[in-house]
């Protein structure tokens, strides 16, 4: 399997953390403590992280808009007819029947091909990567577009503004992950040739309630966990720092049982949190010197975050065909 085209389109309001900062001024109305203090160390989290700038919708765009142009400049670069199965994999959601990638084919003018999403979180672009070196070995299908966009944002109430809006201190603990995101739309076409990619995973799903978004009518049927919706119904909740604690271990061993070696790749594509943690990780591992991390500026874009860290480092220069990549994308659930 071979990428044929990888793009993506980013929204044009830059924000940068004293922007966070005045947001969660602005919405903390109701703070039990000192504000200017909580703010204060959130914006030293935010500095330690890595994290700098992100993207997010600005007035008069639309999620709609990012993702057709982004499946625009897909079109003009690979043939249309050519396109025989449409995957979506991201968190952000417009509908919950059919599947979102209906939706966007009807849009782009490709109304009868095949469709289905993918939801795995941060991981969902690279489960669909799986799936597709998959279906193009069965040759099923020959060339495959997946997109991965997200808006969380923007476009619903379960992060903004509610996790903006502190009531104390200890809320931090579980929501800081969501001040970290960033949006932007991905396009990636898969097509039959070039080498088989090679895929490692470990999954903890005892550790699945350590980052969720439950629907708003959640705890009918709820399953019992006190962190789950714990940010409320329809909310994110993340325990970002017990992610990380738990995913170290976890990565080390996936390096260990792939037996993989800096001269088996030229550049590692980490998934976009954190950039201290991970450069931490990478220098133990001593690999540091072919990481590639676009946290700074982009912040955490989720499932859009492994196709946009290969679309920068290809618009870059980072990245050329016939170079041999390393991505490591680190999910909820936990992948």
Same mark, same amino acid.
């Given at each position: 399997m071979r990428i044929e085209y990888i793009g993506h389109a980013l929204p044009s309001r830059l924000v940068t953390n004293e922007d966070i900062a005045a947001l969660i001024r602005r919405h903390s109305v109701q703070f039990d403590g000192d504000l200017t203090q909580q703010v204060r160390a959130i914006k030293s989290l935010l500095h330690m992280t890595g994290a700098r700038t992100r993207y997010w919708l600005a007035d008069g765009e639309s999620p709609r808009g990012l993702i057709k142009k982004a499946c625009g400049q897909a079109l003009a670069a690979v043939n249309p007819a050519d396109i025989d199965l449409l995957i979506y994999c991201s968190i952000h959601t417009e509908l919950i029947e059919p599947s979102n990638a209906n939706l966007i084919a009807q849009e782009i003018g490709l109304g009868r091909v095949e469709c289905f999403d993918i939801k795995s979180g941060c991981d969902g672009w690279m489960k669909s990567a799986m799936v597709a070196q998959a279906l193009i070995a069965s040759s099923r299908y020959r060339n495959i577009m997946v997109v991965a966009s997200e808006f969380m944002i923007s476009s619903s109430d379960a992060i903004y503004p509610a996790l903006f809006a502190l009531k104390n201190a200890g809320q931090v603990a579980h929501t800081f992950p969501g001040l970290t995101l960033g949006e932007a739309a991905t396009?990636?076409?898969?097509?039959?040739? +070039?080498?088989?990619?090679?895929?490692?995973? =470990?999954?903890?799903?005892?550790?699945?309630?350590?980052? !969720?978004?439950?629907?708003?009518?959640? +705890?009918?049927?709820?399953?019992?966990?006190? =962190?789950?919706?714990?940010?409320?119904?329809?909310?994110? !909740?993340?325990?970002?720092?017990?992610?990380?604690?738990?995913?170290?271990?976890?990565?080390?061993?996936?390096?260990?049982?792939?037996?993989?070696?800096l001269t088996d790749f030229d550049i590692l594509l980490t998934h976009a949190s954190s950039r201290a943690d991970w450069t931490q990780f990478c220098k133990s591992a001593g690999i540091d010197s072919k990481q590639y991390d676009i946290y700074a500026r982009y912040g955490n874009c989720v499932s859009a975050s492994a196709p946009l860290s290969i679309s920068d480092a290809i618009t870059q220069g980072k990245l050329t065909r016939g170079a041999r990549a390393l991505i490591i994308s680190a999910s909820a659930g936990m992948t």
């Open positions: 396009v990636t076409v898969f097509s039959a040739g +070039g080498d088989d990619w090679r895929f490692e995973n =470990r999954t903890r799903n005892d550790l699945c309630d350590l980052c !969720t978004i439950t629907p708003d009518w959640y +705890g009918k049927y709820a399953i019992p966990s006190e =962190r789950i919706a714990l940010s409320g119904a329809g909310k994110f !909740t993340s325990f970002g720092k017990q992610m990380f604690d738990h995913a170290w271990s976890e990565v080390a061993e996936m390096f260990n049982t792939a037996k993989v070696r």
